[in-house]
């Protein structure tokens, strides 16, 4: 089953200075997390069907595309992120007729489909890897793999320092056909997911096929995972140091950021302009620096690639504005729009970020204070959507959600948190399915329950307990959306001009539009910059001064 399928318009034109733009420029692209969003079957896991189902409820909120989480054939030991079979979907998810009658419903609304691609690693129960056990030392299989003999006497240690981004050694030694041990793979995750070898051609040829597939298929971009991590410098060399994961974002690590991975990504942006209907590439791509990310989006390689250092910045006015201008800065050389986000799959949802003191990272394990966190939260994401370029919307955070900080520990599904020394594997918290209803056995969800459990009370954040209620989240960014598509002056573009705040206060301008943000946790007085469009809390004008809430931001029209 493979055909093009009738794409949305492209949305592409030229701007004032002749450059032309696409519509990725100025995106709202809202991630859809498959197995939490929405069950169409009943067994308790989200799916295909769920999705296609609520896709009418995306249309209205009024975002551009949706990106979806993996959903291929995988044995799950990382949420998907393990794939056995990249032209396959994984039964708990659907088949290819459901993700087919997806990708033409989602065109009909006018909606994009971006699905995830994890090249840098396979499952272990991908048949190539199967294999490459199966035949032992000396398969030509093993070359598409990082496979190498061990270090001591009899080869009883790894191959180098590596450690995985989970815990533990980035090397599992393997067994020998006839029972004796064997050599050593790499894997950068989990041991279920060894990476690819990208110097052997079979690799870049099998996912330039893959490309092509689901491009055919009629899908209108792709979100590459780790983007940054599938070239491995020459001879794998040692880091000479432990605690590796403090080095990650600081340095440019002998697995990570390497510069051999621009050559892959031109080689597949060649295919993306082949195809009708502007088909896009988005890198999760962990750097250093923002200027590093740039790379990423050169006009010959990616379209977009995700602003982390944007998401790890605290809500203070002065952290803010240095980070926003250093992202322009960095994008605007290489003409990419630059993205603007604040939660996904991986991190503590934002409204309980903030709701805790600045400096715990991005993985909290409190609930902090919910009343400041959703206030700050509502806030921060009118700031995001104000901002020029490109935003991303992860599931629920249109409804306010926090991270679900108390689950039980048999009810936890993250592979870090089984692992010593990784990642905190705290990650499941803002996995927790979705609130659809006011009542039910899953608020909606489906009607077999739901895979992670839900608050008691997450009916009151539901969908439908917000929708049509004043001052609700939902209709927050409903009506942000709504008026971000509507006014001429924002959505894509380069540049914000700083207009004079007081102190932990932001005020910007863009053409006919001011955005004025209180990160202070006092109430501060400032004179009316226009006519109030919309505001994260009330208000209160008196003649030639307005009196901004603490954790507020206002737009105006000017």
């Known amino acids: 089953m493979t055909q093009h ?23 709202v692209i809202y991630q859809v997390y498959p197995r939490s969003f929405a069950d169409g079957n009943g067994d308790g896991m989200g799916d295909l069907a769920g999705v296609r189902g609520r896709l009418p409820y995306l249309k209205e909120l009024g975002v551009d595309a949706v990106w979806l989480s993996p959903f291929y054939a995988s044995p799950q030991a990382d949420a998907g992120y393990d794939v056995a079979d990249y032209r396959a979907i994984d039964p708990m998810f659907g088949s290819l007729l459901d993700a087919d009658a997806l990708i033409r419903d989602a065109h009909d609304l006018g909606l994009r489909i971006i699905v995830d691609l994890v090249p840098n690693h396979s499952s ?71 990476d690819f070898n990208w110097e052997h051609p079979a690799v870049a040829d099998e996912f330039r096929s893959i490309l092509r597939f689901w491009l055919d298929m009629g899908v209108d971009g792709f979100r590459v995972d780790v983007a940054h991590g599938l070239v491995k410098a020459e001879g794998l060399p040692d880091l ?6 403090k080095l990650l974002g600081n340095d440019v690590m002998p697995f990570f950021d390497q510069d051999g991975v621009h050559e892959i990504y031109r080689s597949w942006r060649i295919i993306l302009d082949e195809y009708p209907g502007d088909r896009i590439a988005v890198a999760e791509a962990w750097t250093p620096t923002v200027e590093r990310t740039a790379n990423y ?36 050389p290489v003409g990419a729009p630059t993205t603007w986000v604040l939660s996904n799959h991986d991190v503590t949802r934002h409204a ?32 995001m959507l104000a901002l020029p370029g490109s935003a991303y919307v992860y599931q629920g955070e249109e409804l306010g959600l926090p991270d679900v900080t108390d689950l039980p520990d048999e009810a936890r599904q993250d592979p870090s948190f089984f692992r010593a020394d990784g990642q905190d594997g705290f990650r499941d918290g ?40 004043a001052g609700s989240t939902l209709e927050l960014y409903r009506a942000a959306i709504a008026a971000r598509r509507a006014h001429p002056g924002l959505g894509a573009g380069a540049e914000v001009r700083w207009l004079d705040a007081p102190e932990g206060l932001l005020a910007f301008a863009r053409p006919g539009f001011v955005c004025t943000v209180n990160t202070t946790g006092a109430p501060v007085r400032i004179p009316v910059p226009g006519t109030a469009l919309l505001s994260s809390a009330p208000v209160r004008a008196d003649g030639d001064t307005v009196e901004l809430p603490a954790d507020t931001t206002v737009w105006w029209t000017v």
């Open 430 to 469: 803002c996995r927790v399915p979705i609130p659809w209803t006011r009542e039910g056995s899953s608020y909606g969800f489906g009607a077999g329950g739901s895979w992670l459990p839900q608050p008691t009370g997450w009916g009151e954040l539901s969908v439908e307990a917000q929708t049509g209620a």
């Open 240 to 245: 000479g140091t432990h605690d590796q994961l």
């Open 352 to 383: 309980t970020r903030f709701a805790n003191p600045a400096g715990l990272g991005t993985q909290i394990r409190t609930p902090g204070d919910r009343e400041l966190g959703l206030r700050r939260a509502r806030a921060a994401s009118l700031l």
């Open 124 to 194: 272990d129960q991908h048949e190539w890897f199967k294999r490459a056990l199966t035949e032992g030392p000396g398969s030509a299989l093993r070359d598409r793999y990082h496979f190498r003999p061990g270090q001591g006497a009899d080869g009883e240690l790894p191959p180098n320092d590596w450690e995985s981004i989970f815990g533990g050694p980035a090397w599992t030694r393997t067994v020998n056909p006839d029972g004796t041990p064997g050599e050593w793979y790499l894997h950068l995750f989990a041991p279920e997911q060894p």
């Open 5 to 27: 399928l009738a794409a949305p318009s492209t949305g592409t034109s030229d701007d004032a200075a002749g450059h032309r733009t696409g519509w990725w420029q100025d995106a």
């Open 297 to 332: 989006v050169r006009p010959d390689e990616m379209h977009q690639a995700f602003n982390f250092q944007y998401l790890a910045t605290a809500w203070d006015a002065a952290a803010l504005r240095e980070v926003i201008d250093t992202s322009l800065d960095a994008m605007r």
